[in-house]
């Protein structure tokens, strides 16, 4: 869905808002029945998807089949510490079980050590290994940017759209920090609109602050807090009308 020029509680409706949200399934300790009432709810909601731990792919990708809510998954998730070859395999194997989008986390650690061109080549292996298998396949990359410089944010938006992927993406929720306004509005101003989409995750609990970050330059939203956000619009478009 496609959303407006100027972007405002008035020109959004609350199945745009929906639109925009990948809800995330990804606490460890989430049970199987979480797992499919999550996915219920994004089915009721009809977000743009869900993204959820990678042994549940295929229980997702079947409570949601041929619903509009597409299946997504995490890579090297939380930390980006695993080698190149395993988050490659880790992509195979999560598009075979029926994911469509893959949330890649950079290796930070070789980031901050300034081992760029080794980053970058992680990324464009993952994301070529993904777009063979499926070249639909939407690849974003995790960059966990409470815990890099700007120089370093920069150098990541520069290195993910040089490796071919398709979002730049703020934080896995599982660190010191979450999305904040400063830092998507610098990863848009980083990357070519036409290339590359920025994706806002971690600490978005409110419409408010959702619209926010889709201000700065954010088009898609990972939350866990969808129903109270589009309940919220719901309400809101609701009292307006009734004005």
Same mark, same amino acid.
């Given at each position: ?156 938006? $520069? +290195?993910?759209?040089?490796?071919? %992927?398709?979002? &730049? /993406?703020? #934080?896995? @929720?599982?660190? =010191? ?10 990863? $848009? +101003?980083?990357?070519?609109?036409? %290339?590359?989409? &920025? /994706?806002? #995750?971690? @600490?978005?609990? =409110? ?17 866990? %807090? ?18």
């Amino acid at each position: 869905m496609q959303l407006p020029a100027n972007i405002s509680l008035e020109t959004l409706t609350p199945e745009a808002v929906a639109k925009t949200i990948d809800h995330a399934l990804l606490k460890p300790d989430m049970t199987t029945d979480e797992v499919v009432a999550g996915c219920q709810l994004c089915l009721r909601y009809q977000t743009a998807s869900v993204c959820v731990k990678p042994c549940d792919v295929k229980l997702a990708a079947k409570v949601l089949q041929n619903s509009g809510v597409l299946v997504g998954t995490v890579i090297g998730f939380p930390h980006g510490n695993a080698p190149t070859t395993v988050k490659v395999f880790e992509a195979e194997q999560a598009i075979a079980d029926g994911a469509v989008e893959l949330d890649m986390v950079l290796n930070i650690g070789h980031l901050k050590s300034g081992r760029l061109d080794e980053v970058r080549e992680e990324i464009r292996s993952v994301t070529q290994a993904a777009k063979s298998k499926l070249p639909t396949c939407c690849v974003k990359v995790i960059f966990e940017c409470s815990l890099l410089t700007d120089d370093e944010k920069i150098l990541a938006c $520069r +290195a993910t759209e040089e490796a071919g %992927a398709d979002y &730049v /993406k703020t #934080s896995t @929720g599982f660190s =010191t920090g979450g999305a904040t306004v400063a830092d998507l509005r610098l990863m $848009r +101003a980083h990357t070519s609109p036409e %290339a590359v989409h &920025v /994706k806002a #995750s971690g @600490g978005i609990r =409110t419409l408010d602050y959702l619209i926010e970050c889709l201000q700065a330059g954010a088009d898609r939203i990972g939350a866990s %807090a969808t129903a109270e956000i589009v309940d919220e619009m719901r309400a809101r478009k609701a009292a307006t009308e009734s004005h």
